[in-house]
């Protein structure tokens, strides 16, 4: 900028009375002066630092682009505000993309406008952040529960809540505080008001941790050791099937976890392991899917029933529609033998 327009000067002004009143103006205070500088290279003005010291004094900088901002006005007063903050904090806005990730972004300041690379990089963050969880649409309407001696309409006890809400949490793909907040969400009563207490000792309380006070407060008076026995002694029932009985096993297996008889990280391994010894019957599913070879890695819960089921599926199938040729296969057989035997006897 070389020059300015001033508006509204009386008539009558001459010129060296209006360039002396702007020189004095500009360069008021006495023992300083103004001085214009140039860059070889365009800047955005919020690049520019508002005060500079030198010799400990502190000198104001004034800037003022020669062409309009191509940053919207909105966007400009954002990004003010955005810099205020940064200075109370001792950072600059070339900080952020660093804190980011983000600093591949930030090309040299002579081949693009600020505006132009903060675009990209606040893109870049909403992109991220409205990045969708695989469940983080509308889930089902949870049961609720409140441990009140007058249950509210619907409510089941409280052990057949904790079985489905364990079920839901471990379907639910989203971080563990919003599986937190939607547990909180189904309670009421004296259940809400056990997390509200145990929130004061410890704002960031697990999923675990308050599904293990609810059992203290709600649940059976059993001790960890005394789940995970009924977990080992639990064995396939006659006319069971297998994927019915790695069920019924699941849910043991949960309120073993939750009491810290078994770490969560060993749930397959004891998973499998309980249902190998378990299987009574139909013992030939094991045999075929090699369950008892695969204890070294063994699958998760999900994999597993979903094994075992298809394999039930297909026994069930060459049992109904195979099998049946079979028989009258071996009948047809046994009768062409006896007619042989019988001839040969005649």
């Known amino acids: 900028m070389n020059c300015i327009l001033v508006q509204g000067i009386p008539e009558g002004f001459d ?4 360039e002396s009143t ?22 955005e003005p919020l690049s520019v630092p508002k005060e500079l010291e030198v010799a400990g004094n502190v000198c104001k900088i004034v800037t003022m682009g020669s062409q309009s901002s191509k940053t919207p006005t909105s966007d400009i007063g954002f990004l003010k505000k955005m810099t205020a903050f940064l200075e109370k904090e001792g950072k600059t806005m070339t900080d952020i993309p660093d804190l980011l990730g983000l600093s ?15 675009e990209k990089v606040l893109e870049k963050v909403l992109d991220k952040a409205m ?25 089941e006890g409280f052990e057949p809540w904790l079985e489905y809400m364990t079920e839901m949490l471990q379907e639910w793909a989203v971080p563990n505080v919003e599986k937190r907040r939607r547990l909180i969400e189904s309670l009421r009563g004296p259940a809400l008001d056990v997390i509200r207490t145990l929130k004061l000792g410890d704002p960031g309380v697990s999923v675990k941790d308050c599904l293990e006070a609810l059992s203290h407060a709600f649940g059976r008076n059993e001790s960890a050791d005394d789940i995970y026995c009924k977990f080992l002694s639990t064995k396939q029932k006659r006319g069971e099937k ?28 004891a998973r499998l392991a309980q249902a190998v010894r378990g299987v009574q019957h139909q013992d030939f599913i094991l045999l075929h899917l090699r369950l008892r070879e695969r204890q070294e890695n063994p699958p998760s819960y999900s994999q597993l029933i979903k ?40």
């Open 242 to 269: 297998v994927s019915d009985y790695v069920q019924r096993l699941e849910k043991l297996l949960q309120r073993a976890v939750m009491r810290g008889a078994v770490a969560v990280e060993r749930m397959d391994q």
């Open 22 to 43: 702007l020189e004095e103006h500009i360069a008021k205070e006495e023992g300083t002066y103004a001085v214009l500088c140039e860059f070889d290279k365009e800047r």
């Open 104 to 118: 591949p972004l930030i090309p040299d300041q002579g081949t693009a406008s600020l505006a132009g690379v903060w």
């Open 131 to 155: 990045q969708p969880h695989h469940d983080s649409g509308a889930y089902r309407k949870l049961r609720l529960f409140s441990g009140s001696p007058t249950p509210i309409p619907g409510e």
């Open 307 to 346: 094994e075992i089921q298809e394999e039930e599926e297909r026994q069930g199938t060459w049992e109904n529609g195979e099998n049946q040729p079979l028989e009258e296969s071996r009948e047809t057989d046994a009768g062409f033998g006896k007619g042989a035997v019988q001839a040969l006897k005649i």
């Open 15 to 18: 010129e060296g009375t209006i």
